[in-house]
């Protein structure tokens, strides 16, 4: 190969100790990803191994065999313009890729948020393959509930937390009930499995305690710091006083209303007749709870996060 | 012909009736948009535990049918749920107070009240309370008699202790009674923090019924994460109610503890001054809390405040509160002339010096802030 000039290129001693530690390096990766595939992560973390070391060997791959060209057809010079300037491309391109992610966010983090988004998981309990959450199933039985029973024992049953869920949300009081339905869903996860746990409880963490976070819940300062200062996410007992505040909250300030409200006759009126349901859009038109009725925000952060919108909940907000 | 003719009219009567209908429906329509143009848009807002929800049900009972015994009963659990809530607090207070403080003899609970306090800080932790017998009201009555769950009560504006804690205290046998009914007074101090917006309608007609103004009144959460829904509510509105708890110089926040409540409170004015929508609308700024105040600030000195600081005692008792009080007041407006651009100095600005739980401030207020406001309406429409 004829050098550019004598300073900037190397000899093939020194070549192939500087190949070797790249591939070096690949095999590390390989075997890492090896050591940890077993873990079953829901993000695709994996994937995002496997696809950067994907990318490593097909650079090192370029880099090679321009080199070996060069090596060879030492005489054709269009080869060796082509093979310097493609490998000029290659490195400059990923220098420019890796140095304008990484100076605006971890480069980690940016993968795996993109991932997060292209998934059609509706909320993070279905997207960790929680059991028995998300959308109602049409087999849900149907069991009459009592007023009398405490509040918390009620919004176990998951047809009434949702028709509460969608009262709360009517009344810009949303955050409490979707906060006890996640933690509800946390409860679920075995105690061994504390990948999963992590998960959820720093989901529910950046979603509901963080000050300032997009559904805050309303809790006392102490509350919230003991939770955030914990050094330990995979506690059992990690919002066990947050979830009591909240429940109080729930029931000293939304239950009273929510018994007289149109979503309580319409969950009666759900479970007596449920087969029928035209009937009810008579009903729809008087509301004795003083909760909100003029107010409908577009914007409201509770309508958008109201995925779980069990049938005909949403025709109430609208109709109210 | 005559088939074409009669056929003609059957389409016309259809065509008739729906266009009928049509009409009648748009009536309709006009109709509700007038009303609804007429109802004036209130809302009550403030920093959280200013007073919001207790002006709002001194409304209820003013205004409206007032609480009817299902609804007094409902706050039987409120009220108990109260009861412990502070009863724990006070005794767990006190032993943080035992373990940290320099002088910590006097925060330690007597040998005979030390059980007695354990149990009740259990009961208080829990998610369902057990019925408020009379033996548990002699038990929490004991122990709040306690020197130093008293020396802590003292130093209650540390510890988030609300402020019914008194009221109910002394009242504890008259709660535990087994046909016990929340009276008018016991729902008006029953402490419940509001989470999410609440409504109500009124009208304030006397006993003249001459005012006619409907007013649609609107109550919401004071902390930190319910602010963020206010804004869904500030569109039309024809006054809002500021709520400052002037008795909170010296507490901090329930969401942040290392923030004091009446820099919280100044800023929170000033962000609601500076909105876009609140061009025109009138504020009634309530100093709230008075009764509180006048007790306090004998005890504390309003400087503890960093807003504040520059306040200079002058007096002793009734002089030294009307002092203290017009001091807080020209903060308040200075503030409020700060933050308001002069383009939009001619909107109605009124401070009134309130105590939520009194029922006849509260009506007398209200008759001034109706009396304002109609006012305004007819000097907006040219008549005045």
């Known amino acids: 190969m004829k050098p550019l000039s004598s300073r900037c290129h190397m000899k093939a001693q020194w070549t192939i100790p500087v190949v070797c530690l790249h591939s070096l390096y690949i095999a590390i990766l390989v075997g890492v990803t090896a050591a940890v595939h077993h873990i079953e992560f829901r993000f695709d973390e994996l994937k995002d191994l496997w696809r950067g070391i994907l990318v490593s060997v097909v650079s090192i791959a370029v880099w090679v065999t321009a080199y070996i060209l060069n090596e060879i057809y030492d005489n054709i010079s269009w080869i060796e313009v082509a093979s310097r300037f493609l490998l000029l491309v290659v490195a400059s391109i990923l220098v420019v890729a890796f140095f304008s992610i990484s100076s605006s966010q971890p480069l980690l983090s940016q993968i795996s948020l993109r991932r997060r988004e292209s998934r059609e998981f509706r909320t993070m309990s279905q997207a960790l393959g929680i059991p028995d959450s998300g959308v109602l199933a049409e087999s849900e039985p149907i069991s009459r509930i009592d007023p009398n029973e405490p509040l918390d024992k009620l919004l176990l049953n998951k047809r009434f937390r949702q028709s509460f869920m969608a009262f709360a949300d009517s009344c810009l009081a949303g955050e409490s009930v979707h906060f006890f339905d996640e933690v509800y869903e946390l409860s679920k996860i075995p105690e061994d499995d504390c990948v999963k746990r992590i998960y959820m409880a720093r989901h529910i963490i950046e979603k509901y305690i963080v000050a300032g976070a997009a559904m805050e819940v309303n809790i006392s300062h102490r509350s919230r710091q003991e939770i955030l200062s914990t050094s330990n996410l995979t506690r059992p007992d990690l919002f066990h006083n947050a979830l009591n505040e909240i429940i109080q909250l729930m029931r000293t300030n939304l239950a009273r209303d929510y018994w007289s409200s149109m979503f309580f006759l319409k969950f009666q009126e759900d479970s007596n007749v449920r087969s029928n349901e035209y009937e009810l859009e008579q009903i729809t038109g008087w509301n004795f709870s003083p909760r909100l009725s003029s107010v409908h925000g577009t914007d409201d952060p509770f309508h958008q996060d109201h995925l779980l919108k069990s049938s005909g909940c949403s025709n109430d907000t609208t109709n109210l | ?384």
């Open chain 2, 1 to 384: 012909m005559g088939l074409l003719c009669s056929r003609n009219r059957r389409y016309n009567d259809a065509d008739a009736e729906e266009s009928a209908q049509t009409a009648e429906i748009e009536r309709r329509i006009e109709l509700e948009t007038k009303a609804e143009k007429h109802i004036q848009k209130l809302l009550l807002l403030g920093a959280g535990e200013s007073g919001k929800s207790t002006i709002f049900k001194q409304i209820k009972l003013l205004f409206q049918t007032g609480f009817d015994e299902a609804e007094l009963k409902s706050y039987l659990p409120v009220i108990h749920a109260n009861v412990y809530q502070t009863i724990k607090l006070l005794h767990d207070g006190s032993k943080e107070f035992a373990q940290n403080d320099v002088d910590s003899s006097k925060y330690v609970i007597s040998n005979e009240n030390k059980e007695i306090g354990e149990k009740l800080s259990e009961i208080g932790g829990r998610l369902d309370y057990p019925y408020l017998t009379k033996e548990l009201a002699q038990e929490i009555e004991n122990l709040w008699k306690d020197p130093a769950i008293q020396e802590t009560y003292a130093r209650g504006s540390e510890l988030q202790i609300p402020d019914c804690t008194d009221y109910f205290m002394e009242n504890l046998q008259r709660l535990s009674d087994t046909n016990y009914v929340p009276t008018k007074e016991d729902v008006l101090y029953a402490r419940v923090r509001t989470s999410g917006v609440v409504e109500i309608q009124f009208s304030p007609v006397g006993e003249s019924k001459k005012s006619g103004e409907v007013y649609r009144l609107f109550d919401v959460g004071g902390q930190r994460n319910e602010r963020r829904k206010w804004i869904h509510l500030f569109e039309g509105v024809s006054a809002v109610i500021f709520c400052a708890a002037i008795s909170e110089y010296d507490q901090t926040l329930f969401e942040d503890e290392n923030r004091n409540r009446m820099t919280e409170t100044k800023e929170l004015f000033e962000w609601i001054l500076k909105q876009p929508c609140f061009e025109k609308t009138s504020f009634m700024l309530f100093l709230n809390k008075f009764d509180i105040f006048e007790k306090k600030i004998l005890k504390v000195p309003l400087n503890v405040c960093e807003w504040f600081k520059d306040y200079q005692p002058v007096s002793t008792g009734k002089q030294e509160i009307e002092h203290a009080y017009e001091f807080v007041k020209k903060k308040f407006e200075e503030s409020y002339f700060q933050s308001t651009a002069p383009d939009r100095v001619d909107r109605v600005f009124k401070i009134y010096r309130t105590t939520a739980l009194d029922q006849k401030v509260v009506k007398k207020t209200f008759k001034l802030v109706d009396e304002t406001l109609r006012r305004r309406n007819l000097f907006e429409a040219g008549l005045l």
